[in-house]
């Protein structure tokens, strides 16, 4: 049974940074493509970055283009995303996301931009 499991979340100022990181365990990382989706509080669940499995191909909402990158390192099994001049609108539980021969989330992240 896979699993995922998110660090690095907490309060920032706006304009600020953070990196969030996710750990895979369970099944065959370097199999899946990963995803950071995020859910604001009475919003949908949107997806953020995507990068493929082998790490050479990555997309991004449009909304955080220039300001986020995600990254991943198969041999640690973990996947990053560094966030930079992070706006209030960027508060949101951001969940790791595992999609492959099954799909897989992890618990979730709380990210809160406020002064």
Not at 49 to 64: E, H, K, L, W
Not at 83 to 99: F, G, R
Request: aromatic share 10%; net charge positive; hydrophobic share 30%.
């Amino acid at each position: 049974q896979g699993q995922l499991v998110e660090s690095g979340g907490g309060l920032v100022q706006p304009g600020g940074s953070l990196r969030l990181s996710c750990a895979g365990s369970g099944f065959t990382f370097s199999n899946y493509a990963m995803s950071w989706y995020r859910q604001a509080q009475g919003k949908e669940r949107e997806l953020v970055a995507m990068v493929s499995s082998t790490g050479g191909r990555r997309n991004y909402a449009d909304s955080v283009k220039g300001r986020f990158t995600i990254s991943r390192d198969n041999a640690k099994n973990t996947v990053h995303l560094q966030m930079n001049s992070l706006k209030p609108e960027d508060t949101a539980v951001y969940y790791c996301n595992a999609k492959g021969l099954y799909v897989y989330w992890g618990q979730g992240t709380q990210v809160t931009v406020s002064s």
